[in-house]
């Protein structure tokens, strides 16, 4: 972790300055530069978390507020060089722990990753303030031969669950596999496993549903199963999903 300073010019001035080095600073996204041609810091008075590639250089970062103000997290911009469809934070860190635990975590924040890691929980990796795409499974899919989701146990958490699900299903083959943690009570990693501890989460780990248990029972509360129409529903919704896997 690190720290962005509060004002305007630390970081140029900070790195010795120059018209050059401006530029450079300003196609790597970490200046702005505003329609009347002002030049300022992206990053101002916020906790950093340095976003590393799959060599671990560092190609992007993620920033956030100690206080309220708004946005609470910031991420850097596309550049040449980072992409955020295709990084995860983290996981050039968690390689070999993925690699020996046979699986990964995916969870939406940055602190999620940090706070099990400090927990001993190291095969953690988050996505950049974006759903979870293709390119993000793939990469996994080279490490581990299993995904764990874990998700806020809000509406949007449940939300974004479904969307990998629905993300998965075409690119799913017998070699790997699919689970997912949906945490109650509108927790997140981060919180709970501070709250109640690592084995609790590890508890939650061994617990995960799989993809046919998620989707059967998603699908099953939107339907009512004690009349044949509702049964005939949740069929129906069921193979439009079914029909996605290769």
């Known amino acids: 972790l690190g720290f962005a300073p509060p004002g305007w010019d630390s970081l140029h001035s900070g790195l010795g300055g120059g018209d050059a080095l401006r530029e450079l600073l300003i196609k790597a996204g970490m200046l702005v530069k505003n329609e009347d041609g002002r030049v300022y810091d992206r990053f101002r008075d916020r906790v950093m978390f340095p976003i590393r590639d799959r060599r671990g250089r560092v190609i992007a970062f993620g920033g956030r507020v100690l206080g309220d103000d708004k946005p609470k997290y910031l991420n850097s911009p596309e550049t040449p060089v980072f992409h955020k469809g295709s990084e995860l934070y983290g996981l050039y ?46 990469s996994l899919f080279k490490t581990a031969t ?36 949906i945490l109650s009570n509108a927790e997140d990693p981060d919180s709970f496993v501070r709250k109640f501890g690592a084995e609790a989460f590890r508890e939650q780990i061994n617990a995960a549903a799989s993809l046919p248990d998620f989707l059967f029972n998603t699908l099953a509360k939107q339907a009512d199963l004690e009349h044949i129409d509702g049964r005939v529903q949740l069929a129906n919704q069921v193979k439009q999903q079914l029909i996605k896997l290769p």
């Open 146 to 181: 299993e995904i764990i989701f874990c998700f806020d146990g809000d509406v949007a958490g449940k939300k974004a669950a479904w969307r990998a699900l629905e993300l998965c299903l075409p690119i799913l083959d017998d070699l790997h596999r699919i689970k997912f943690i």
């Open 93 to 138: 860190e968690a390689r070999t722990a993925i690699r020996e635990a046979g699986f990964a975590l995916v969870t939406e924040g940055y602190m999620d990753v940090v706070s099990l890691a400090q927990a001993g929980i190291t095969n953690a990796v988050a996505t950049l303030g974006t759903a979870c795409t293709e390119q993000h499974v793939q």
